[in-house]
């Protein structure tokens, strides 16, 4: 006989899988009514609750799962260093899962994440989650917190990429550019990461703000590799009106954008001003201006997030750090 699923009491019930398990377990905020009605419809499908989800959500299993899309980038290695200091002072272990891709992230989602039976919860780091997922994910006792991505029903640790993007893109208004490019996109394999976008709306805020047009043309992809960031520049600077800065969403793009600028006899800062965004360990030794990130705090805020939740303590709101910008050799006034 096929066992019942937790999805099809959701469904019977007319709740969702989250309600379903709060009633079974017993938890607060379920109504009387409702939580009679998922007993009822239960006991009825002959439904019985997985007892590994059941130990899961309530003792420690001192091991933390991670999943980062680039573990050998410099910015996932950071936030899993955060992340690990914070784990090792708990007598916590870290089980790293690599998901670099859509079709990869649907693994995870629908096939490695419920079955994790023996860890405390999951960090997820740039790892998109649907509210169904998340409902879905959580109702089975699955304890998650986000890093950088905001998915609704999880807590989340970040920057304001918005506000951090608005700032770097003032900072070139300030220093008297106006025609000013944007190297973007979406890094390759990845097609719904919103931070991208966060950091082009505050690129475009600062320029209406400023009371410029957003020049379409001056908006490309680099896809965030020093590559891409060399070919997006190659392209915006060979314009017959080339801009006068660019500002690059991470510092892997403004690198290939300086190499660009080289190799192309441009002058940076003289005739080209560039901006990143990250904080790179790489940006001051070359000069780099740019968004700097907490990023090791990152990883230990959502470890710290995790483990209350473990011990009773759930955080009711997402955490926002604080970001700062660096100005360097990359950017000065135009002449």
């Not at 410099?74 to 089980?95: I, K, N, P, R």
């Not at 998340?134 to 998650?144: F, K, P, S």
């Not at 703000?209 to 590559?227: K, Y």
Request: hydrophobic share 45%; net charge negative.
């Amino acid at each position: 006989m096929t066992k019942v699923t937790i999805r099809e009491v959701a469904a019977e019930a007319g709740v969702s899988v989250a309600t379903v398990s709060r009633a079974l377990r017993g938890l607060p905020s379920v109504s009387p009514a409702t939580r009679a009605r998922v007993e009822q419809v239960a006991a009825n499908l002959e439904y019985v609750p997985d007892p590994y989800a059941s130990r899961l959500a309530s003792s420690r299993a001192h091991t933390i799962l991670v999943a980062v899309p680039v573990p050998g980038q410099w910015y996932y290695a950071q936030v899993v260093t955060g992340v690990e200091a914070v784990a090792s002072d708990a007598g916590s272990d870290l089980q790293l899962h690599v998901v670099g891709d859509d079709a990869q992230r649907r693994r995870f989602i629908e096939d490695i994440l419920p079955g994790s039976r023996r860890v405390d919860g999951a960090i997820l780091v740039d790892i998109p989650l649907s509210p169904a997922d998340a409902a879905e994910l959580t109702g089975r006792g699955v304890r998650i917190v986000a890093v950088g991505q905001h998915t609704e029903g999880v807590v989340s640790v970040g920057i304001d990429n918005r506000q951090a993007a608005t700032d770097a893109t003032q900072l070139l208004l300030e220093l008297g550019h106006t025609r000013i490019g944007l190297l973007g996109g979406m890094p390759t394999g990845r097609s719904d990461l919103s931070i991208p976008g966060m950091r082009e709306i505050g690129f475009r805020d600062a320029l209406e703000a400023a009371g410029l047009r957003v020049d379409e043309d001056l908006i490309t992809n680099g896809n965030f590799s020093i590559d891409g960031g060399d070919d997006a520049a190659t392209h915006l600077l060979s314009l017959r009106e080339p801009p006068t800065a660019l500002f690059a969403l991470s510092d892997e793009m403004a690198v290939g954008a300086m190499g660009a600028a080289r190799r192309l006899g441009i002058d940076v800062p003289g005739q080209l001003c560039i901006v990143g965004f990250d904080g790179h360990e790489f940006s001051g030794a070359i000069g780099l201006t740019t968004v700097r990130q907490p990023v090791v705090e990152l990883g230990a805020s959502a470890a710290q997030a995790l483990l209350d939740a473990v011990n009773g303590k759930p955080w009711n709101e997402d955490k926002v750090l604080a970001h700062e910008l660096v100005e360097r050799d990359t950017t000065g006034r135009r002449g």
